[in-house]
């Protein structure tokens, strides 16, 4: 079991350009989070989906970032255009309506930085 | 609002002395509250969650209603447990809400 995988692991820009994230969770989790993580801080919730649907998208700033799971599989986050401040880690998790609502597996995160 | 609150950083303690890393909450329903670790170069990790009243890798955590703390402990550190210690409240709206981290250095 691979586990929840991110792609890229690390990636670096130029402001105002475009850049994805693309996450798929461990198979059979229903539940998806895109979390954002600055640096020496805990993670913050960006959005979760249920299957396909986005029940909690409030955090998200929906002027410049976007997030689709199209299959209610893997997701893809973009952000566009990029701005200095959103250099941080994004950080993907699933979890399954069979465990406890906490109780989320996490990736191994993309490293974004913008120059 | 839910808020959980690590007050401590940096923890640095000497292997087999004990441990007590903190977390406090503001949560005005009943809370679900966890632990969640991060070791060096690897992914964030549960570690523990107060339904279970389980030891994990000999890591407790009593959930505390009165004082709103959930405090992880461990009675003798060893050098493998220096991690990123998050505390998490699952709460409103399905919502898991993360402190900032406790960095626990433990030295030999």
């Known amino acids: 079991e691979a586990g929840v995988v991110q792609s890229p692991r690390y990636k670096i820009i130029e402001k105002k350009q475009p850049v994805a994230f693309w996450c798929n969770p461990i198979?059979?989790?229903?539940?998806l989070y895109w979390y954002l993580q600055n640096l020496g801080q805990g993670p913050e919730l960006l959005i979760r989906y249920e299957n396909e649907e986005a029940v909690d998208d409030s955090q998200l700033p929906k002027d410049r970032f976007s997030a689709e799971r199209l299959k209610g599989v893997d997701s893809t986050l973009k952000i566009q255009p990029a701005e200095l401040g959103d250099s941080a880690v994004y950080l993907c998790?699933?979890?399954?309506?069979?465990?406890?609502?906490?109780?989320?597996?996490f990736g191994p995160g993309t490293r974004l930085t913008v120059l | 609002a839910q808020r959980v609150t690590q007050p401590e950083k940096l923890l640095s303690v000497f292997k087999g002395a004990p441990v007590e890393l903190k977390c406090n909450y503001s949560y005005s329903g009943s809370p679900e509250l966890f632990w969640y670790v991060q070791y060096s170069r690897q992914r964030l990790q549960l570690l523990l969650r107060?339904?279970s009243r389980e030891s994990i890798k000999g890591f407790t955590a009593d959930l505390n209603k009165g004082e709103t703390s959930f405090h992880l402990k461990k009675p003798f550190a060893q050098e493998e447990d220096s991690a990123m210690y998050y505390c998490a409240l699952y709460g409103a709206g399905n919502m898991l809400t993360f402190g900032g981290g406790t960095r626990l250095m433990v030295k030999p």
């Open positions: 998790a699933s979890s399954s309506s069979g465990l406890a609502g906490g109780e989320q597996f």
């Open positions: 107060h339904i």
């Open positions: 198979s059979g989790h229903n539940t």
